[in-house]
């Protein structure tokens, strides 16, 4: 009884048996089907003998045919048009397209962020009702082939994270590549996140990837950094040499003189470019106030906390915002790790500045009078906050290469000296808030004087922590390589010949007029 009952052996089509003149079913991929006269069998026939019986039998003078014939007649008979579906059976479903679904359903909700039982709990029924009410036909088959459990789900991504690994990985064990490393806290624990750039010989360009995300073991220290990064790449595979440049914030365990991270790293490979993030940088010198704007900017703060950080206050600020006939209603937090919050928050408060302080004289006299006084420190902070946040995003662009960085930031730099000779002569062009409150003669000479001030510690601080980008130099022939002679250039002599090859290529000289400078090289 046992034997009687056990279940009966499905055979499974190999690539081989295309050399018996048989393919898979287009119906049901267990059962064959000839090529030649297109007939399908039964699973028991998915034996090599039997079909090469058939093949000798039925068509003999075909038998001694080599398997690219079959390979040319099988491409034939898949491309005639509506093959497929002739001899799909009436409600046949396509498992195979089901599986690949599957995947690219996990693939979106691992992008979005969401939690692995949105498949089973919100995919599933939604298609469900598709199904059945718009086609009016039963979703049972359909979801059979779909399957989109929290495990399943889980298990898809972990196998599409460990392929894109996998791929990246192999590149980078032969390609040169910059790294940038960030350290950050998040609860009681320390990751370091690895971000590479590398040019990628099968994608033919210049490509920015996640590496990884690993939990520091221990201290977050230089030494720790850099032992983490030694063992992802000797666990990969990747040799440590093929780094040429690593970027990271100012942090002692990064850049420490004795043991920090970059120092560590130049010890092992001697020729690493050791670069302090630009953005970095960028947000420090953002954060140099003078003492009275610091102050200006904490009343600024406390007042949006204490409208936005309560719901009541919240709610009734909205009302007053609607009835004032306001184009916003909700003012915005500052958040300190997020750099593009502050400016943000500080031109939101201006534009809401007159319903602020309406709101704040009934709710907080107090702080209603603190924030009158501070109110031209708060629109020169909004001003120059909204410039930096400019060049912010500007920065984060994509594909945006060193040199690119070097002309935004050395650019800035010296439009703070135009800046401070337009306020010098109290002109507000470049200040389009000031300029608001200029119109009706509120601006101070002594505001004019901390304007000018705080712009030139600004100017002075630009100086020293680019100090490297000013002093760097970028080869004409780089910039501008059909430009430039070769004789005339100071090229290595390693690449003068291919060089002058390369000014005579025409196509070439179109990609360059068509393509950004990374893109091009």
Not at 176 to 187: M, T, V
Not at 386 to 394: C, D, G, L, V, W
Not at 415 to 433: E, T, W
Request: include cysteine; charged fraction near 30%; glycine fraction near 4%.
């Amino acid at each position: 009884m046992a034997s009687a009952d056990a279940k009966k052996k499905c055979r499974q089509y190999s690539q081989e048996y295309l050399k018996f003149d048989f393919i898979p079913s287009f119906s049901n991929e267990t059962m064959p089907m000839c090529l030649l006269c297109q007939k399908v069998f039964t699973n028991d026939a998915m034996k090599p003998s039997k079909m090469k019986d058939h093949l000798e039998r039925v068509h003999p003078d075909k038998k001694n045919k080599d398997v690219e014939f079959f390979k040319v007649l099988k491409e034939k008979i898949r491309n005639q048009p509506n093959l497929k579906s002739f001899f799909k059976a009436p409600g046949t479903v396509d498992c195979e397209g089901g599986l690949k679904a599957s995947y690219t359903i996990s693939l979106n909700i691992a992008k979005k962020a969401q939690s692995y039982t949105i498949g089973e709990e919100i995919v599933i029924p939604a298609i469900k009702e598709v199904i059945e009410t718009v086609m009016k036909k039963d979703s049972e088959p359909v979801l059979k082939c779909i399957p989109l459990s929290a495990k399943t789900v889980q298990r898809r991504i972990d196998e599409m994270t460990s392929d894109v690994e996998k791929i990246l990985v192999s590149e980078l064990q032969h390609s040169k590549f910059s790294i940038q490393l960030d350290e950050s806290a998040f609860g009681c624990s320390n990751v370091l996140m690895a971000y590479v750039r590398y040019y990628s010989q099968s994608l033919k360009c210049i490509v920015d990837e996640f590496l990884f995300a690993n939990y520091l073991k221990g201290d977050a220290k230089g030494e720790t950094i850099f032992r983490s990064l030694e063992d992802y790449l000797k666990e990969h595979n990747v040799p440590l040499r093929n780094i040429t440049a690593v970027a990271t914030d100012g942090a002692p365990a990064m850049v420490g003189r004795y043991r920090g991270f970059a120092t560590l790293l130049k010890e092992t490979v001697p020729d690493v470019r050791a670069v302090h993030c630009v953005l970095h940088r960028h947000h420090l010198v953002a954060k140099n106030l003078s003492g009275e704007l610091h102050a200006a900017l904490k009343v600024c703060i406390k007042a949006v906390n204490k409208i936005k950080g309560q719901p009541l206050n919240s709610r009734l600020f909205a009302t007053l915002c609607e009835k004032n006939d306001e184009t916003f209603n909700q003012l915005l937090f500052h958040t300190e790790v997020r750099w593009l919050s502050r400016g943000d928050c500080l031109q939101r408060l201006v534009d809401l500045y007159h319903s602020t302080v309406e709101f704040l004289a009934d709710v907080d006299q107090t702080l209603c009078e603190e924030l009158k006084k501070c109110k031209n420190h708060l629109f020169y902070l909004a001003d120059l906050y909204s410039k930096f946040n400019e060049i912010q995003k500007r920065l984060q662009g994509k594909d945006v290469t060193i040199i690119q960085a070097r002309t935004l930031l050395i650019g800035f730099q010296a439009k703070i000296g135009l800046f401070k000779s337009f306020l010098a002569r109290r002109d507000f062009k470049y200040f389009s808030n000031l300029q608001k409150l200029e119109e009706g003669a509120d601006v101070s000479d002594r505001d004019l004087e901390i304007y000018i001030n705080h712009l030139e510690k600004l100017e002075e601080d630009f100086k020293i922590r680019f100090e490297d980008l000013e002093s760097m130099t970028v080869p004409d022939w780089i910039i501008a390589p059909f430009d430039i002679e070769t004789g005339n250039a100071n090229i290595e002599f390693s690449l003068q010949e291919e060089h002058v090859e390369m000014s005579a290529d025409l196509e070439a000289k179109l990609l360059f007029k068509h393509k950004s400078l990374s893109e091009f090289w």
